[in-house]
């Protein structure tokens, strides 16, 4: 079992950066595929970026691809998402997620792969 406690959303304005953390208990936290999606009023909850436990591998949905760079510290238990250039509609409550098992044939992208969530952040872009 892990727990998930992010950290680090809030209001920025138009074109700004902010830096979410995702802290994970456990031993075993370096071993899992971590995941970050997003979940603005009225819509289903989408994915933005994932990482594979070594860091070799990472994903982005497209529209954030080039802004967006999720990131690991093994070490620290900790999955990182920098937002850069931020727009008013990347305003979502921010989620990580840890899936136990290696990403395979695009699980990744798939809420359901996941098997542990955080209580979300805020994120808040002012145009």
């Known amino acids: 079992q892990v727990q998930l406690v992010e950290s680090g959303g809030g209001l920025v304005q138009a074109g700004g950066s902010l830096r979410l953390s995702c802290s994970g208990s456990g031993r075993t936290f370096s071993s899992y595929s971590m995941g970050w999606f997003r979940q603005a009023p009225g819509k289903e909850r989408e994915f933005v970026a994932a990482i594979s436990w070594s860091s070799l591998s990472t994903y982005y949905l497209d529209s954030v691809k080039g802004r967006f760079t999720v990131s690991r510290d093994n070490a620290k238990n900790t999955v990182y998402l920098q937002m850069n250039s931020l727009k008013p509609e990347d305003t979502a409550v921010y989620y990580c997620?840890?899936?136990?098992?290696?990403?395979?044939?695009?699980?990744?992208?798939?809420?359901?792969?996941?098997?542990?969530w955080g209580q979300g952040t805020q994120v808040t872009v002012s145009s």
């Open positions: 997620a840890a899936d136990r098992e290696r990403f395979y044939s695009g699980s990744q992208y798939y809420t359901s792969s996941y098997d542990y």
